[in-house]
């Protein structure tokens, strides 16, 4: 049987939960490890994720990073070459200073103290702030992201964390029907628009709930974090397809 790839977030997600539920979902892949690809996805920099891959105990295949605007893949976490020809067409050169130009007339949004991969980051406490910023920016070409009730970012048109893991995917040779995706906030949600299995864990975020409300390739997990993930995985790796996965999940919850 091919390998099971789990394309996880990390933050709430693969991190979240009690210390004892994620050690649960290391032990876990750590005795599964040769039948596993393991590929964190998140808002997090590449540096960020390369020094936690030195500290757990388990290893990840591969990282994409900043909210998918950035990707490293293999032992080393070299980039990927089709993936980097795609990400630089998306970001001109100039875009960051055309960004940083025009969000000036916003100042109720503070640009985030470190910033990295191919986007522009910041913060707001009303989602009503961002209104204006959001049509400057689709006005300058970009794709604009509200997430966890706080975080504004500014990325590349059509490049979010989905499309950047379905040309990751297509590019490593690995089989997207072998492929769980995990996440918890609205930064999550393109990977669930793939159309990939999905679990959305227990402490989404309401928006993020909401969102996915008819997607029928998402289990919304009643558990928090990484007891989210291991649930799943695991019934995802026994079953081999999205729809004995879903179906199963369907079942149990019913029973409930």
């Known amino acids: ?25 290391l032990q876990w892949i750590a005795a599964h490890r040769s039948e596993l690809v393991l590929i964190f996805v ?10 936690l891959a030195t500290e757990l105990p388990v290893r990840p295949d591969h990282l994409i990073g900043d909210v998918g605007t950035s990707v490293a893949c293999g ?45 522009r980051s910041y913060l707001f406490d009303d989602p009503a702030q961002t209104h204006g910023a959001r049509h400057d920016m689709r006005g300058l070409g970009f794709d604009t ?25 297509m590019a490593l040779g690995l089989p997207a029907q072998r492929t769980l995706v995990a996440g918890d906030t609205l930064n999550d949600l393109s990977m ?9 864990v227990g402490n989404r975020e309401a928006a ?23 649930d799943a995985l695991r019934r995802f790796h026994q079953l081999g397809n999205i729809h004995g996965f879903i179906t199963g999940h369907r079942l149990s919850q019913a029973a409930l």
Not at 42 to 51: C, E, H, I, N, V
Not at 150 to 158: E, I, S, T
Not at 192 to 200: D, K, P
Request: overall charge positive.
């Open 75 to 119: 032992p080393q976490y070299a980039p990927l070459p089709p993936l980097e020809r795609w990400l630089d067409a998306a970001w001109p050169a100039d875009s960051a200073a055309r960004i940083e130009r025009q969000m000036r007339a916003h100042p109720q949004l503070r640009p985030q103290a470190v910033v990295s991969g191919r986007r």
């Open 192 to 200: 669930f628009e793939t159309g990939l299995a999905g679990v959305a």
């Open 1 to 25: 049987m091919p390998r099971t790839i789990l394309a996880t977030d990390l933050d709430g997600t693969f991190l979240g939960g009690s210390a004892a539920q994620r050690e649960a979902l």
């Open 145 to 169: 992201l509200l997430s966890d009730n706080q975080y504004f970012d500014v990325l590349p048109r059509g490049v979010q964390k989905g499309p950047t893991l379905l040309r990751t995917l």
């Open 42 to 51: 998140s808002g997090r920099g590449q540096a960020f994720m390369q020094q």
């Open 208 to 230: 993020l709930d909401a969102a996915i409300a008819h997607h029928r390739n998402v289990y919304r997990s009643p558990h928090p974090g990484a007891a989210s993930v291991l």
